[in-house]
């Protein structure tokens, strides 16, 4: 198996432009996961589904930040409009309901607001 | 909130040397998950242990859990400067699958 999937790796954009992050889980894990992580705050959940219905998204920041996962194997998360305090990395990572709780991560799409 | 908090937050040994790495928690949990990240990659899984287990060993990896002190350690044995990374430790607890991450060690082995 591949792994997680993230794209893209690197991103540079311009305060107010949009920005979506893509993640493809590992095929056949049930839970999807996304993070931000930050010297400052460290690893935080930002909203995570199950059998591609979002179930908490307490963690989102504000309502420019969007999920979706329209299918088992895709997921994006949209920022609209972002700002350099969005800048950060961003994992997503998936798991296998039955199994034991481990998470897998993707390699992670640094994002960068100037 | 963090629910784990990693001590110390850097450690710095000889390769060869052991490394051990402590976490605490604040509320009671389902497991406690170590994970590892290198330098600009995603974190990696490493060793889970549930609740109602004191002991796990994995490879060079050991890992102790108190649930009365609501406490973890990560010992790595015989540690090598590949080792070099930051170490995570994550708590399930409820019903959900999410985690909640600590701050981490950033653990240095030098040659």
């Known amino acids: 198996d591949a792994g997680v999937i993230q794209s893209p790796r690197h991103e540079v954009t311009e305060m107010g432009q949009e920005v979506t992050l893509r993640c493809k889980p590992i095929?056949?894990?049930?839970?999807l996961f996304w993070y931000r992580q930050t010297m400052m705050r460290g690893l935080e959940l930002l909203i995570y589904?199950?059998?591609?219905?979002?179930?908490?998204d307490s963690g989102m920041p504000e309502d420019r930040f969007s999920a979706k996962m329209p299918n088992a194997s895709f997921s994006t998360l949209k920022i609209q409009p972002s700002e350099p305090r969005d800048s950060a990395v961003y994992f997503c990572?998936?798991?296998?309901?039955?199994?034991?709780?481990?998470?897998?991560f993707g390699p992670g799409t640094r994002l960068t607001v100037l | 909130s963090q629910q784990g908090e990693e001590d110390p937050q850097a450690l710095s040994i000889q390769e060869g040397e052991n490394a051990t790495m402590n976490c605490s928690y604040k509320?009671?949990?389902?497991?406690l998950q170590w994970y590892r990240q290198n330098s600009g990659r995603g974190l990696v899984h490493l060793i889970l242990?549930?609740?109602?287990?004191r002991e796990k060993h994995s490879g060079r990896l050991r890992v102790t859990l108190d649930t009365s002190k609501k406490s973890s350690s990560l010992l790595i044995t015989a540690s090598r400067a590949a080792d070099t990374a930051s170490y995570f430790c994550?708590?399930?607890?409820?019903?959900?699958?999410?985690?909640?991450f600590g701050s981490g060690t950033q653990l240095t082995v030098l040659p």
């Open positions: 990572a998936s798991s296998n309901g039955t199994g034991g709780g481990e998470q897998f």
């Open positions: 095929s056949g894990h049930d839970y």
């Open positions: 589904f199950n059998n591609n219905v979002p179930i908490d």
């Open positions: 509320t009671s949990i389902n497991n």
């Open positions: 242990i549930r609740s109602n287990e």
């Open positions: 994550a708590t399930e607890r409820g019903s959900a699958r999410q985690l909640t």
